[in-house]
């Protein structure tokens, strides 16, 4: 290869060079399958040349396959299966000791006659070396019209019995035989509803699962090199075989109308695997939590699975792994132990965060088991009490649930998580809990009233502020030391790249912004809690935080000002909406958000409230844009003359307005909005103001409307007078006059004839109508 060659170049050569060399080893393989495997010497030599392929790549896959491998190898499996089929019948008729000669591989020379064992091995090697083909989707799709022989010759071999307590050669080699028949059926199946739908008809082999899955747990605890995999496979096989297969769900669970399975099988497959999950182990869990999931993928799979006890089962299986931990002695033994309950824990976050299974996990007494967890003083291990506390965060989301724990005192014990914890996700997480305590009025107030609680919330507000210049937290005492613990916790995990820990540790603050404005987006929507939230979340007097120069302001309207913008579009847009509940009603906080006022703190807003929203309606986030549109309505519904001024400008007609500099400009954006309920809201404004009488608000509005964009403005233009005007027979004379004159927005039009026959004198309104009657002309 030349010195000189461009990455791009070397890449292609060496590219080159592997196809050349996979094309080679295909083609000697292909030439061993097609001749056969009549002695153990011609099993050897392909055995050898399987050996030696490596497959590496999906490239190294599809080249074997594009090489027409697939068809003699499946020859040679069917052969295969039918010899081991025949060899196995045969020893059956002769004497323990004929037989044992008959499978013993000692007795067999290179030109001998095959032996039974010998041919369990020889298709133990062809079906692993398709069974890492079928890992390609191009494999998977080009087999499909061979699947058929395939899977005959996989019922040949499960008609083939197996002693699964067998520890003789033969017996372990029929038991390998098994789990690589599993194996290549799971790699067939995998997102292939139809390969599915083919294997479940394969006689004998939902049987051959069930066996082994009735195997108990301590069975698979003994011997496990051996016997771990025959767990693994079988569950492995059936989940891809569940998976979008409704009908097979449905047998499965016993499901009314469903294709009955074998009578000798039970009607619902849960106890089975339930069974296996509450003694599950760090290599099964996985497996075995994929084939429950993909059962509950209905709702008559969901009621089996209750009806099984599997929620109980389920948390069994994480806190006895976690008690088994804990009774460790030896640190390693622990640690693995410990990884196990995470996953554990893990896997029992997943199963419960379904909503059909909320109300249950809490009635059946679960929630408590595992809340004791999170509040265990020896358990050190965080990332569990994580996934418990942000599990109970999601069971809280049920409404009865919320009321069910609210008057069991939750709300005490989750401060408690909240001030107690030293780890910054466990306090994100008991936030969020909190926060859906407060979902109706009544908790809302009692989380208001909580006593140092809300103060708690409102610094966790600031958890995401970097270090300044000087290199100090800029944020409140207490929350700097959780953003550097966060930062600690990142780093720990992922050393080897700081960048990596920076973000997660950013992650993981803005997490925390984000429950705390969860609970302020419940309690902000009691009017009595819009101005105590400007008051009351400055730290205790005679407290260090009382103190610190970052503390001048327990406000959280001035706090919001900084979230509207933050780098996060989901803070920001939740700050939006908390901003708009904030003003809703409120003339105090209106009059502050626009710069007529100063807080308790002597402070004003310091942005322009005008320039803000127009920023807000420029971001890619279609609910920041909408809610921002939201604000300006909400400020106009005030009917404050000093918030009208600043949104419309002085009411007296000056030559020195400059509509651009108010909110003219935004109100014509929305009202042509694509919303229904924003495009009204803004049309209710502009109706507001042309029953105002302030004749200089409506003519701005009338010079902006017109130097809109004229197809967004006639079309705005043209949907107030449809939305706005009643129906009238056009050949009616006198229709236009009876629609003005009747019409709740368009009150009087200048020079127009009135119902007598006179002439209407000029209203307020009437430069809006005129300049919405061209526009909607198109003129």
Known sequence: MSNDQTPAEKRAAERLERHKEMT???????????????????????????????????????????????????????????????????????????????????????????????????????????????????????????????????????????DFESLSAWGQALIKLCVRSMNTVSNLCYEHDDHGALVSEVPGFLERLYKILALSPGYFGQHQTLRAPLLGGACSVLANMLFADEALQARLVGQAGAAPLSADLPTNIFPLLLEHLRHATSTSLNAISTVIQNLLETDEGAAAFLEAGGLEAAIDMATGSLDRAKAATEADQRAELLSMAELAFGSLAALVSDERFHRPVYQRGLVDRMVRVIEDPELEHVIIKRSIAKTVAIILSNDENMRSMFEERSLDRFSRWIEGSTDIEVKAYATFCVSNLARSDDYASAVMAHDGLIRTVFSFLRADLALDASG??????????????????????????????????????????????????????????????????????????????????????????????????????????????????????????????????????????????????????????????????????????????YIFGPATDTTDINPPTYGYPLFAEIASSPHSIIRSEALEVIEMINKSGVVAHAARMRDTLLATEPQAASSASAHILQSSLPQVDPSDGKGCVGLLSKSSLLHLVPGTAGPTGGAFTETPGAPIVDAMLKLAAGK
Not at 60 to 69: E, G, M, Y
Not at 89 to 110: C, F, G, R
Not at 485 to 495: C, D, H, K, L, T
Request: a negative charge; glycine letters at 4%.
């Open 472 to 645: 100090n937290y800029n944020t409140l005492p207490g929350v700097a030391e959780l953003a550097e613990a966060a930062r600690r916790q990142a780093e720990a995990r992922q050393s080897e790249d700081p960048e990596l820990a920076e973000a997660e540790a950013n992650l993981t603050a803005t997490r925390l912004v984000s429950a705390a404005l969860s609970i302020f987006r419940n309690i902000v929507l009691l009017p009595e809690n819009k101005a105590k939230l400007r008051r009351c979340l400055r730290p205790e007097s005679g407290t260090a935080a009382a103190e610190a120069p970052t503390t001048d302001c327990g406000d959280l309207l001035r706090e919001l000002l900084r979230l509207v913008v933050h780098s996060q579009s989901t803070v920001s847009f939740v700050s939006v909406i908390i901003l708009k509940n904030m003003l809703v009603g409120n003339e105090e906080n209106g009059l502050w958000f626009v710069g007529k006022t100063e807080n308790a703190d002597g402070v004003r807003a310091d942005v322009d409230a005008i320039a803000l929203l127009q920023r807000l309606r420029e971001s890619k986030h279609d609910g920041i844009r909408t809610e921002a549109a939201r604000i300006l309505v909400v400020l106009s519904r005030l009917g404050n003359p000093d918030i009208a001024e």
């Open 24 to 162: 080679s080893k295909s083609e000697a393989l292909v030439a061993l399958l097609k001749q056969g495997a009549e002695s153990a010497a011609a099993l050897r030599a392909v055995t050898q040349a399987i050996q030696a392929f490596d497959l590496k790549t999906e490239f190294d896959r599809q080249t074997a396959v594009d090489n027409h491998i697939l068809e003699p190898l499946l020859g040679q499996i069917a052969a295969g299966a039918a010899a081991l089929k025949a060899a196995v019948s045969e020893a059956a008729s002769k004497t323990p000791l004929e037989a044992q000669e008959a499978v013993d591989p000692a007795t067999v020379a290179d030109g001998a006659d095959i032996s039974a064992i010998l041919l369990a091995g020889y298709l133990d090697v062809l079906l692993g070396f398709l069974s890492d083909l079928l890992r390609s989707e191009f494999t998977r799709k080009t087999i499909t019209p061979m699947a058929p022989r395939l899977l005959d010759a996989i019922a040949v071999l499960v008609a083939i019995p197996v």
